[in-house]
């Protein structure tokens, strides 16, 4: 039996707002498009679409 192929991480990426929106970054080849709020007791969320986990920044606000 063959080992499976290793797969690359799912991008991290940080943003400077809580609040911010996901489209798989790749044109007509992402996803829909997507909000996401990062909850505050996490400091992080994944999208659901792309597993791409987004950070918020440090100082960053609430504001979007």
Request: glycine residues 10%; negative net charge.
């Amino acid at each position: 039996m063959s080992a499976s192929p290793a797969h690359d991480a799912p991008a991290t990426h940080v943003v400077h707002s809580r609040r911010f929106s996901c489209d798989g970054g790749e044109g007509a080849l992402g996803h829909p498009r997507v909000w996401l709020t990062i909850p505050h007791e996490a400091g992080f969320i994944d999208c659901p679409y792309c597993d791409a986990r987004y950070t918020l920044a440090a100082g960053a606000s609430d504001a979007h």
